[in-house]
């Protein structure tokens, strides 16, 4: 018997759940590819260690940007490859997968994922919109009459939801997300102190020591690459504080999106976010004051998920569990 798998197809990696099993793959979503043959050479985690560091021929690709895909065959391959690797095809059986997408993706880009979903060896595909399947795996009732609201910043889109009765009440997708925020890092570095760095170490910096929000914490980084006037490598002294200057305009435009959201929010579900507060999921949950920053701007308490960067793998699997009650 082949087995269902739930994907969170991400814009920075991909996440496997399988019914039974839980999560057992969460890979960077990257691929690398000789040009000259076209033959893709790595996959996942192998292939992230080589963004930034391949020569001529071979290129690290990233098949999703801002949650859609860029590059549908690479992407297949991708989707393949990992499939593969779990072995949850049957002898003639193929499992059924749920996938998740951004909340305001169009019906063509809806298609293509579904077709990849397909050629990569899926039975029955179906679609979930990404912050109520997030919710649901942060542990919110989502089922029940009253309001919910999820922030869902991944790496290439943030998310934002009011859920009730198990739906999407209100919702806002804005494609700025972890990957803006190491373009705002890399361009402050280069701005401020004449160095350029790669998407890396801009990661680095942001995953290290980067605040979102001033409350007390500051700490430094040496921070490595190439100086724009030498061309020789350099090495520079970053502050938590510096990454906060050069984060805090796309962090606010997320903050817009919110305040957007909770503006077209019937008042009843209003009154029960007051109650409730509002969950903050993905990879960018993580980031050091993001919760104070949102709870400042949108005046209502802001936790995060328990296990932020799984949230939405791990409701595919609750979500898989009542697709069979839904048949």
């Known amino acids: 018997m082949a087995r269902d798998i739930g994907i969170d197809l ?48 071979i290129t690290a690709i990233r098949p999703l940007q801002g949650g ?14 990992f499939i593969d690797k779990l072995n949850v095809k049957g002898f003639l059986t193929k499992p059924n997968i749920l996938i998740c997408c951004p909340t305001n993706i169009t019906a063509i880009e809806q298609k293509a994922i579904i077709e990849v979903a397909e050629k990569s060896g899926g039975k029955n595909v179906y679609l979930e919109e990404e912050p109520k399947v ?13 309001g919910n609201m999820v922030i869902d910043i991944g790496g290439g889109t943030s998310d934002i939801a009011v859920l009730s009765m ?24 280069k701005k401020k102190h ?4 790669g998407e890396r170490t801009a990661e680095q910096i942001k995953k290290e020591i980067g605040v979102m929000f001033n409350h007390g914490r500051d700490e430094e980084m040496d921070v490595r690459g190439r100086d724009m006037v030498s061309g020789l490598p350099r090495t520079i002294t970053i502050t938590s504080l510096e990454v906060m200057e050069a984060t ?12 957007a959201v909770l ?12 109650d409730r507060g509002v969950i903050l999921t993905g990879g960018g949950a993580m980031l050091d004051g993001i919760d104070l920053l949102f709870a400042e701007e949108l005046k209502v308490p802001v936790f995060v998920a328990e296990e932020p960067l799984d949230s939405v793998a791990l409701g595919t699997g609750i979500l898989l569990e009542n697709l069979k009650k839904r048949r």
């Open 68 to 81: 859609v895909i860029a590059d549908f065959d690479i992407t297949e391959a991708m989707l393949t490859h």
């Open 248 to 259: 805090n305009e796309s962090l606010q435009a997320v903050v817009e999106q919110a305040k």
């Open 134 to 146: 997030a919710a649901i795996g942060a542990g919110m009732d989502i089922f029940q009459p009253s």
């Open 194 to 197: 004449g160095l350029l760095i």
């Open 263 to 274: 503006e077209q929010t019937p008042p009843e579900l209003s009154a029960d976010i007051i």
């Open 10 to 57: 991400g814009t920075a990696n991909v996440l496997v759940h399988v019914k039974g099993k839980g999560i057992v793959l969460n890979e960077p979503a990257v691929v690398a590819l000789d040009t000259k043959t076209n033959e893709v050479l790595a996959v996942g985690e192998e292939a992230y260690l080589m963004v930034g560091r391949t020569p001529g021929n």
């Open 166 to 189: 198990g739906g999407i009440v209100t919702s806002r997708s804005i494609k700025v997300a972890g990957d803006t925020l190491d373009d705002d890092i890399k361009e402050y570095v």
